[in-house]
């Protein structure tokens, strides 16, 4: 695959798009609306990248992080506050395209 984690992100991101996709036109014989799955890919992504962000931020050493090393604790509430969203509107947008 790659090392990237934008990539590994933007892959993930456009998986559950694609599943999502092709759910709501076999189970539901409607395609989605492109905003909905533009959102569930941009929420994956987002998920996938916030937990990247954490993880660095955990464990990357001061130097690494340079003048951002004293915000270490608010990159991580960050990192954490990016994850809950995107993970939250993923299933969020999944639940109301599937009600209507």
């Known amino acids: 695959m790659t ?3 934008n990539m590994f992100g933007l892959y993930i991101g456009l998986g ?7 759910f709501m036109l ?6 989605p609306e492109f905003m909905q799955v533009a ?9 996938v990248m916030g937990v990247h962000l954490g993880y660095m931020a955990l464990t990357v050493t001061d130097d690494t992080l340079g003048g951002f090393a004293d915000q270490r604790v608010a990159i991580v509430l960050g990192a954490l506050a990016v994850t809950w969203t995107a993970v939250e509107t993923t299933f969020n947008t999944f639940k109301q395209s599937t009600e209507a």
Not at 16 to 22: D, P, R, V
Not at 26 to 31: D, E, L
Request: without cysteine; hydrophobic residues 50%.
């Open 26 to 31: 076999i189970k539901y014989r409607k395609a």
């Open 39 to 47: 959102i569930i890919i941009l929420s994956g992504t987002g998920a």
């Open 16 to 22: 559950l798009g694609l599943i999502f996709l092709l």
């Open 3 to 5: 090392d990237s984690p």
